[in-house]
Nanobody, 120 residues
Framework: QVQLVESGGGLVQPGGSLRLSCAAS????????MSWNRQAPGKGRELVAA????????TYADSVKGRFTISRDNALNTMYLQMNDLKPEDTAVYYC?????????????WGQGTQVTVSS
């Protein structure tokens, strides 16, 4: 059974840093693209960063480029999101996600989310 468990969220002041983790299980982690997404209050869910392809090509939303870094440790089945220079507009619930191929069907999976609050 696929499981994605986020951790590392919290309350941080503007300009501060946090590192989110996503522990994955139930599938061959190294074989699949992974992404971080977020949902702010009253807004839709948006892609923040993704790792795709055999070379783990990184993609970032324009709003986080230069401040956030996505990475993964396949030996630990864990993905990370290093967030620096945090801004109040980064406040959101952050989710990790993947799509796993199950008998020819790509099935989306999401973690339960971790809250990030940026406030003074």
């Amino acid at each position: 059974q696929v499981q994605l468990v986020e951790s590392g969220g919290g309350l941080v002041q503007p300009g501060g840093s946090l590192r989110l983790s996503c522990a994955a299980s139930g599938f061959t982690f190294s074989n699949y693209a992974m992404s971080w997404n977020r949902q702010a209050p009253g807004k839709g869910r948006e892609l923040v960063a993704a790792l795709t392809g055999a070379r783990d090509t990184t993609t970032y939303a324009d709003s986080v480029k230069g401040r956030f870094t996505i990475s993964r440790d396949n030996a630990l089945n864990t993905m990370y999101l290093q967030m620096n220079d945090l801004k109040p507009e980064d406040t959101a619930v952050y989710y990790c996600s993947t799509h796993v191929n199950r008998r020819g069907v790509w099935v989306p999976y999401w973690g339960q989310g971790t809250q990030v609050t940026v406030s003074s």
